[in-house]
């Protein structure tokens, strides 16, 4: 597999996987759940459906550490100190994102069976899983997102300046909670874009990137 495929495959296989993750986990009752009591039946309700999301999930986040490496790469030199900002974004939202994930994950096998998950913990377990996925997974997403804009508005590097802005943006507004959760569905389609324009494209001219 050449560099370009990698790219492009990278992307692709991120996104798929965290966007079936984010549909599978949506599809449960948690996310319209607030108190304990249902919080705790929904954990035993939705035991496989929370497991299966959740195992997608982490491996959509060891597919978003080969999607910096890729991105970095792609850049090569002319990334700067943006690509470093690429690796350690990628490699801490995908550590968050499997923590956030494991520790849902937990929850559903702790409810095997009706009433084994006490309503406290199962609030516990939600809010703390929930906090790690918006708090620190969306902000490490962020990092890598702006890091990427940033490299591509200053050097026009197969990507449009333009595409590089609209980056920037995303990048920006993935550090803020609440709005930041749209992050699950927004990531994985700049993901795929990113990864193809960086691909296929070529290098702009010097004036494209001023």
Request: charged letters at 10%.
């Amino acid at each position: 597999m050449n560099s370009r495929t990698a790219t492009i495959a990278s992307g692709v296989l991120f996104a798929v996987l965290l966007l079936a993750a984010t549909s599978i986990l949506q599809g449960s009752a948690l996310p319209f759940l607030d108190s304990g009591d249902e919080l705790a039946q929904g954990f035993a309700d939705d035991r496989d459906a929370i497991l299966a999301g959740a195992q997608l999930g982490v491996l959509a986040a060891a597919a978003l550490v080969w999607l910096a490496v890729q991105l970095r790469r792609s850049f090569g030199d002319n990334g700067g100190s943006y690509g470093t900002a690429m690796i350690a974004g990628g490699t801490f939202a995908a550590a968050a994102l499997a923590t956030g994930l494991s520790v849902y994950a937990s929850g559903a096998l702790r409810a095997e069976e009706d009433g084994s998950l006490s309503p406290e913990a199962a609030a516990t377990i939600s809010d703390i899983g929930g906090v790690i996925i918006g708090g620190a997974a969306m902000v490490g997403m962020g990092v890598l997102v702006l890091a990427f804009g940033l490299a591509a508005a200053r050097t026009a590097w197969r990507v449009p300046v333009w595409f590089g802005w609209v980056s920037v943006v995303l990048g920006v507004a993935l550090f803020a909670l609440p709005i930041n959760y749209l992050g699950l569905f927004a990531v994985p389609v700049w993901a795929v874009i990113a990864s193809v324009l960086l691909a296929t494209g070529e290098r702009a001219s010097p004036a494209a990137a001023r």
